[in-house]
């Protein structure tokens, strides 16, 4: 990493708040170029506290982009961090309507030529893209990074039409314990308590909404731009990363946006910005990248890749939680779906076979959401296929795949309601298996993701489903394995029938893979990271034991499985304008191997902001927890927040939500 200390242009920063129409008050922080000059604003537009949270990696960039000449711009949502007003869900109409309006407010200020980009990763790229789809005139361009066009499907609520059980449930206690926490009185000024009591009376649990909802009806439908891409007319920079669950959104983008104003980007990463050399590797210059977007874009000057996407294709590996870098190459494809890619068949052969997977299947999954953790990735596969239907394909000369590869399966279920799952592993000599890719249906939305149709008992039906994006090269002497289960917990919540399991038929059934011609070599290539000086956080140290990332428990009296997970977002960390903050978190994950009705997810969070200087120190602790019946789901949450040793606030909320779907 380069970190970049000269600049074209001198810079300044300032915190203001922007007004809004109804009189709510946005907090902001806005890096300048010493200029008499108008120049372009770019906005990062997130829930996530720029005075704290996202401070870190703020100062990687928007102060890069003001030494380039344009204004940065980071705002914080409504009723988070230090702004005014009241929390709602995410990205709902308030929230994207408040961004249309920031985006004309820069638009209008002196320092501003009238030119606006957006950008942001995971929520601000989200709604970057929703903002987009809103056509304000100002918004020129935007950088879209590990976002989706499909709010039902390629995000954290739900996969294949299951309930995703993992984010859906740790997500929704995670936003419950970040909109808990207090504005800052060293910012938010005196008025901060009474910001802060309103903003609470005012939280709901984002998982009762999101359970309320469990096939793709408006609800998702709103702030999903694939409902109508015609209604984006900035020009979309999409960027994602093939260890992101939200990379086939990048494939989709370049597939159905005007080709004349977008542009794909699709490397090796986790759910990070591409340079800040996170695990897996390797970082680009991204920074310098998206410069030359907003200069051409922005400024009228430069010119845009001529590749519509840049993908990079990963040599085998062996099965590893983490790799600091994937050896590989990157391609160009000059059309989405590519004319280099041919789609490659490969039947299923044998007999029929009873596939009636142990429900801790998927223990072995990986996180959902990688941000480059030691134990973030899938270990070997091995265990996971043993409790799996295997089907193996030699590989006689080496094969990259690039797109989204495909099955059909010819099934037979007992019951009405179940879950198909499919894995694609690269086997090695050695008999290793690292996965690959995968993909999920839930067998009542096998006509549609927008409703629930029950499977007739004893009927047999073919089923097909498409399984995540990715670039990987088979080498030859490997052998492609195709692993199909019925379970995947903590992935997918298990349907109450769900020990029942399914027979596969494997005449008919077939792996449908997307093959990319080989190349001697590309000339895609990239900068070096760099950025600006970082803002000089402290990590102290403890002698404390770190607890595990990952750690399963096999209770064997019991057959009872239980997965402790520690997400490692931040920690203890002191700001240099002396705020500390503490951060701990625990998910856990239980359920016995026959029955579906054991599924538990529980999820406690501890947050502590203190500021020795201004004798302040306030808590927010919560707990959500959520099971199942046959007909319901149950869901638990508590919250507790304290100012002093004083508590302030005590909540907690009981649920029962029909299981219509999941």
Same mark, same amino acid.
């Given at each position: 990493?380069?970190?970049?200390?000269?600049?074209?242009?001198?810079?300044?920063?300032?915190?203001?708040?922007?007004?809004?129409?109804?009189?709510?008050?946005?907090?902001?922080?806005?890096?300048?170029?010493?200029?008499?000059?108008?120049?372009?604003?770019?906005?990062?537009?997130?829930?996530?506290?720029?005075?704290?949270?996202?401070?870190?990696?703020?100062?990687?960039?928007?102060?890069?982009?003001?030494?380039?000449?344009?204004?940065?711009?980071?705002?914080?949502?409504?009723?988070?961090?230090?702004?005014?007003?009241?929390?709602?869900?995410?990205?709902?109409?308030?929230?994207?309507?408040?961004?249309?309006?920031?985006?004309?407010?820069?638009?209008?200020?002196?320092?501003?030529?009238?030119?606006?980009?957006?950008?942001?990763?995971?929520?601000?790229?989200?709604?970057?893209?929703?903002?987009? =789809?809103?056509?304000?005139?100002?918004?020129?361009?935007?950088?879209?990074?590990?976002?989706?066009?499909?709010? @039902?499907?390629?995000?954290?609520?739900?996969?294949?039409?299951?309930?995703?059980?993992?984010?859906?449930?740790?997500?929704?206690?995670?936003?419950?314990?970040?909109?808990?926490?207090?504005?800052?009185?060293?910012?938010?000024?005196?008025?901060?308590?009474?910001?802060?009591?309103?903003?609470?009376?005012?939280?709901?649990?984002?998982?009762?909404?999101?359970?309320?909802? *469990?096939?793709?009806?408006?609800?998702?439908?709103?702030?999903?731009?694939? /409902?109508?891409?015609?209604?984006?007319?900035?020009?979309?920079?999409?960027?994602?990363?093939?260890?992101?669950?939200?990379?086939?959104?990048?494939?989709?983008?370049? +597939?159905?946006?005007?080709?004349?104003?977008?542009?794909?980007? &699709?490397?090796?990463?986790?759910? *990070?910005?591409?340079?800040?050399?996170?695990?897996?590797?390797?970082?680009?210059?991204?920074? *310098? /990248?998206?410069?030359?977007?907003?200069?051409?874009?922005?400024?009228?000057?430069?010119?845009?890749?001529?590749?519509?996407?840049?993908?990079?294709?990963?040599?085998?590996?062996?099965?590893?939680?983490?790799?600091?870098?994937?050896?590989?190459?990157?391609?160009?494809?000059?059309?989405?779906?590519?004319?280099?890619?041919?789609?490659?068949?490969?039947?299923?052969?044998?007999?029929?076979?009873?596939?009636?997977?142990?429900?801790?299947?998927? %223990?072995?999954?990986?996180?959902?959401?990688?941000?480059?953790?030691?134990?973030?990735?899938?270990?070997?596969?091995?265990?996971?296929?043993?409790?799996?239907?295997?089907?193996?394909?030699?590989?006689?000369?080496?094969?990259?795949?690039?797109?989204?590869?495909?099955?059909?399966?010819?099934?037979?279920?007992?019951?009405?309601?179940?879950?198909? &799952?499919?894995?694609?592993?690269?086997?090695?000599?050695?008999?290793?298996?690292?996965?690959?890719?995968?993909?999920?249906?839930?067998?009542?939305?096998?006509?549609?993701?927008?409703?629930?149709?029950?499977?007739?008992?004893? =009927?047999?039906?073919?089923?097909?489903?498409?399984?995540?994006?990715?670039?990987?090269?088979?080498?030859?002497?490997?052998?492609?394995?195709?692993?199909?289960?019925?379970?995947?917990?903590?992935?997918?919540?298990? *349907?109450?029938?769900?020990?029942?399991?399914?027979?596969?038929?494997?005449?008919?059934?077939?792996?449908?893979?997307?093959?990319?011609?080989?190349?001697?070599?590309?000339?895609?290539?990239?900068?070096?990271?760099?950025?600006?000086?970082?803002?000089?956080?402290?990590?102290?140290?403890?002698?404390? /034991?770190?607890?595990?990332?990952?750690?399963?428990?096999?209770?064997?009296?019991?057959?009872?499985?239980?997965?402790?997970?520690?997400?490692?977002?931040?920690?203890?960390?002191? @700001?240099?304008?002396?705020?500390?903050?503490?951060?701990?978190?625990?998910?856990?994950?239980?359920?016995?191997?026959?029955?579906?009705?054991?599924?538990?997810?529980?999820?406690?969070?501890?947050?502590?902001?203190?500021?020795?200087?201004? =004798?302040?120190?306030?808590?927010?602790?919560?707990?959500?927890?959520?099971?199942?019946?046959?007909?319901?789901?149950?869901?638990?949450? +508590? %919250?507790?927040?304290?100012?002093?040793?004083?508590?302030?606030?005590?909540?907690?909320?009981?649920?029962?939500?029909?299981?219509? =779907?999941?």
């Amino acid at each position: 990493m380069h970190i970049r200390t000269s600049f074209p242009y001198e810079t300044t920063h300032e915190d203001l708040r922007i007004p809004l129409a109804d009189g709510t008050l946005l907090y902001a922080r806005v890096w300048r170029p010493l200029t008499d000059e108008p120049v372009p604003a770019l906005l990062e537009y997130l829930p996530y506290r720029l005075t704290d949270w996202t401070a870190p990696r703020d100062f990687q960039r928007h102060p890069w982009y003001a030494g380039h000449g344009y204004a940065s711009v980071r705002v914080d949502v409504r009723g988070h961090g230090n702004s005014e007003g009241l929390p709602t869900d995410e990205y709902s109409a308030t929230e994207l309507a408040d961004g249309v309006e920031v985006v004309n407010w820069l638009a209008a200020q002196p320092w501003c030529d009238g030119k606006v980009g957006m950008f942001g990763i995971s929520w601000g790229g989200f709604n970057s893209l929703q903002i987009a =789809a809103l056509a304000p005139e100002p918004l020129k361009a935007i950088v879209t990074v590990c976002s989706t066009d499909d709010r @039902y499907d390629n995000d954290v609520h739900y996969t294949g039409g299951s309930v995703l059980a993992a984010d859906m449930h740790a997500w929704a206690a995670t936003m419950l314990a970040f909109v808990s926490r207090p504005p800052d009185p060293q910012y938010a000024g005196d008025a901060w308590r009474d910001l802060w009591l309103k903003r609470l009376e005012a939280v709901e649990p984002l998982l009762h909404t999101w359970l309320d909802h *469990q096939t793709r009806d408006d609800y998702w439908r709103h702030g999903s731009v694939c /409902e109508d891409y015609g209604a984006i007319e900035a020009a979309v920079l999409a960027v994602g990363g093939w260890h992101d669950p939200y990379r086939d959104t990048v494939l989709r983008l370049v +597939e159905h946006l005007p080709a004349d104003r977008v542009r794909g980007l &699709i490397g090796p990463w986790s759910h *990070q910005y591409p340079d800040r050399g996170l695990p897996p590797g390797p970082a680009i210059g991204f920074l *310098q /990248e998206t410069l030359r977007w907003w200069d051409y874009w922005l400024k009228g000057k430069g010119a845009l890749p001529e590749s519509l996407l840049r993908a990079y294709v990963s040599d085998s590996h062996p099965p590893a939680t983490v790799y600091d870098t994937l050896p590989g190459r990157w391609v160009a494809e000059p059309a989405w779906p590519s004319p280099q890619v041919t789609k490659v068949t490969y039947a299923l052969q044998g007999a029929p076979v009873l596939v009636r997977s142990p429900l801790h299947t998927g %223990v072995d999954a990986g996180r959902f959401l990688p941000f480059g953790n030691d134990a973030d990735l899938p270990p070997d596969q091995r265990e996971e296929d043993a409790r799996s239907a295997c089907f193996e394909f030699a590989v006689g000369e080496e094969a990259w795949v690039l797109g989204r590869p495909k099955v059909r399966l010819r099934l037979t279920s007992e019951v009405s309601r179940g879950q198909v &799952i499919a894995r694609v592993c690269d086997v090695a000599p050695d008999g290793s298996s690292t996965l690959v890719t995968r993909g999920v249906l839930n067998l009542s939305a096998r006509h549609g993701r927008d409703r629930a149709v029950p499977w007739e008992p004893g =009927a047999t039906q073919d089923v097909e489903f498409e399984l995540n994006g990715i670039g990987h090269a088979f080498p030859a002497g490997h052998r492609i394995r195709l692993a199909v289960s019925s379970a995947y917990w903590p992935w997918v919540w298990p *349907q109450a029938e769900s020990a029942a399991g399914f027979t596969l038929d494997p005449a008919g059934s077939f792996l449908e893979l997307p093959v990319r011609a080989r190349e001697a070599a590309s000339d895609v290539s990239f900068e070096g990271p760099e950025q600006a000086e970082p803002l000089g956080v402290n990590y102290p140290v403890t002698l404390d /034991e770190p607890r595990p990332e990952r750690l399963v428990v096999r209770d064997v009296a019991k057959d009872e499985w239980r997965l402790e997970v520690d997400p490692r977002y931040g920690g203890t960390r002191v @700001y240099p304008d002396g705020l500390e903050f503490t951060e701990d978190a625990l998910e856990t994950y239980t359920i016995r191997s026959a029955d579906p009705l054991s599924a538990r997810a529980r999820s406690d969070w501890s947050i502590r902001l203190h500021r020795p200087e201004l =004798a302040w120190d306030t808590t927010v602790r919560t707990r959500s927890e959520l099971t199942c019946d046959a007909e319901d789901f149950i869901a638990s949450n +508590e %919250v507790m927040c304290t100012d002093g040793g004083e508590v302030v606030f005590h909540r907690t909320w009981e649920k029962r939500i029909p299981r219509t =779907a999941g």
